[in-house]
Nanobody
Framework: VQVMESGGGLVQAGGSLRLSCTASGLIFENYHLSWFRQSPGKDREGVACIDRRGSSTRYADSVQGRFTISRDNAKNTLYLQMDDLKPEDTAMYHC???????????????????WGQGTQVTVSA
């Protein structure tokens, strides 16, 4: 199984980025998917999740209304559209795949079977 994120970079506050995550070696639509992020000195936190079919999503309060998670099962790809970025969004962003049926928004890391290496997002003030 391979999981790979892309799309990170340096952006000014108020700008936008679109992250992508592709997975291979598994049946993509059998997993609900999440984005997590981790800043230096902080715990990893859940940001957004989406169920297997893409019909249900959940967001952390800190990104609600600014980030949009989506998936394309035909392309084995997960996306995170990030708008109105803030300096506090600076972090390494990871995608993760879980065989649990539903995305509850609890983001229990032990529920996730596969993780990517991450893509760095840096937002300047």
């Amino acid at each position: 199984v391979q999981v790979m994120e892309s799309g990170g970079g340096l952006v000014q506050a108020g700008g936008s980025l679109r992250l992508s995550c592709t997975a291979s070696g598994l049946i993509f639509e059998n997993y609900h998917l999440s984005w997590f992020r981790q800043s230096p000195g902080k715990d990893r936190e859940g940001v957004a999740c989406i169920d297997r079919r893409g019909s249900s999503t959940r967001y952390a309060d800190s990104v609600q209304g600014r980030f949009t998670i989506s998936r394309d099962n035909a392309k084995n790809t997960l996306y995170l559209q990030m708008d109105d970025l803030k300096p506090e969004d600076t972090a390494m962003y990871h995608c993760a795949l879980s065989k649990f049926d539903y995305c509850t928004g609890a983001w229990r890391q032990y529920e996730y079977n596969y993780w990517g290496q991450g893509t760095q997002v840096t937002v300047s003030a």
